[in-house]
Nanobody
Framework: VVLQESGGGLVQPGDSLRLSCTVS????????MAWFRQDPGKEREFVAA????????TYADSVKGRFIIDRDTAKNTAFLQMNSLKTEDTAVYYC?????????????????WGRGTQVTVSS
């Protein structure tokens, strides 16, 4: 399974951005997709997750009400719609995929990771 993120960029506070993560390989084994983020000097942080079949979502408190995660199983793609962006959302965003069940907010659940896409929120 190979993950490829896209959609990062430089935006101003209050703007929106949509990230995509395309999955290739044995997608039939996927149980969940997630987004994590990491700023230099900080630990990797859970952002949001969605189960692959039932589309059950989980969000970090810091993004709840602003970000929306979704997936398109026909296109093997997961999305992260980010609205009302803040400067503290600046980070490299990583897509992750799991092939087993467990707590969606833990990075230990995920077997596959993308290389990341930079999101910078600055005025």
């Amino acid at each position: 399974v190979v993950l490829q993120e896209s959609g990062g960029g430089l935006v101003q506070p209050g703007d929106s951005l949509r990230l995509s993560c395309t999955v290739s390989g044995h997608t039939f084994s996927l149980t969940a997709m997630a987004w994590f983020r990491q700023d230099p000097g900080k630990e990797r942080e859970f952002v949001a997750a969605v189960t692959w079949s039932a589309a059950i979502t989980t969000y970090a408190d810091s993004v709840k009400g602003r970000f929306i995660i979704d997936r398109d199983t026909a296109k093997n793609t997961a999305f992260l719609q980010m609205n009302s962006l803040k400067t503290e959302d600046t980070a490299v965003y990583y897509c992750a995929a799991a092939s087993k069940s467990g707590y969606p907010g833990s990075d230990r659940l995920y077997d596959y990771w993308g290389r990341g896409t930079q999101v910078t929120v600055s005025s």
